[in-house]
């Protein structure tokens, strides 16, 4: 079955680490976005690529990194610079970027730092 | 600027009611796509409805349905004959047209309850 998969599920994280989600979609999809999801707040952009080796920035893109060396695969790195990265992260794709085109979504990383 | 409102934080209705979930939304492009997602409990958002700034039709599927209405920059969803499944958190989001990033513009969630 087509989708995207992220792992972990569930990661825990020491005060002064780096942490990287992973996200794997097999839909053959050009765009990818990362979004963070905090409770009351909606979901907001962290990064978005259009298209291998490239990604731009979103709305809140401090304390983290991205790359984007494969079309399938675009994983978030949440550095020790992200001052509250306790969240839930959810991964994203899309066959591009016109305005109509739906995006579909993984199942969620939720981090908490300890 | 572009923004998406859900006034409602939480909404809780027993089985069978029909319930309404507003979607207010403010951008200045004259093209743009409005969309609601379900997340249910296992965390995915799940695509349920796009519709584009030309179209104001009102569109039904099942016990869902959707209201768009242009002059008041509301999208809202309605849900018919409510069931426990129906519990989830609801996203409604726009796409505009002045970018092409793709981002998608979402509205703070409104959680539904739906008890037997």
């Known amino acids: 079955d087509g989708g995207i998969t992220q792992s972990p599920k569930y990661l825990f994280r020491k005060e002064g680490q780096n942490v990287t989600l992973s996200c794997e979609q097999n839909?053959?999809?050009?765009?990818m976005y990362w979004y963070r999801q905090d409770p009351g707040q909606g979901l907001r952009l962290i990064y978005y690529?259009?298209?291998?080796?490239?990604?731009q920035k979103g709305d809140i893109a401090e304390g983290y990194s991205v790359s984007r060396e494969k079309k399938e695969s675009f994983p978030l790195t949440v550095t020790s610079a992200q001052k509250n990265p306790t969240a839930f992260y959810l991964c994203?794709?899309?066959?591009?970027?016109?305005?109509?085109?739906?995006?579909?979504f993984g199942q969620g990383t939720r981090l908490t730092v300890v | 600027a572009q923004k998406v409102t859900q006034a409602q934080t939480e909404i809780s209705v027993v089985e069978k009611e029909d319930v309404t979930l507003d979607c207010v939304y403010e951008?200045?492009?004259?093209?743009?796509?409005l969309f609601w997602y379900k997340q249910p409990p296992s965390g995915e958002l799940v695509f349920l409805i796009r519709?584009?700034?030309?179209?104001?039709q009102n569109e039904i599927s099942g016990r869902y349905s959707w209201n768009f209405q242009k002059s008041t920059s509301s999208f809202n969803f309605t849900i018919t004959a409510s069931q426990v499944v129906d519990s989830a958190v609801y996203f409604c989001?726009?796409?505009?047209?002045?970018?092409?990033?793709?981002?998608?513009?979402f509205g703070q969630g409104t959680t539904l309850q739906v008890k037997p």
């Open positions: 994203a794709s899309s066959s591009g970027t016109a305005r109509g085109t739906e995006a579909f």
């Open positions: 839909l053959n999809h050009d765009a």
């Open positions: 690529s259009q298209i291998v080796n490239d990604f």
């Open positions: 951008t200045r492009d004259t093209t743009y796509y």
């Open positions: 519709r584009n700034s030309f179209d104001e």
């Open positions: 989001a726009l796409r505009g047209g002045s970018s092409n990033t793709g981002k998608l513009i």
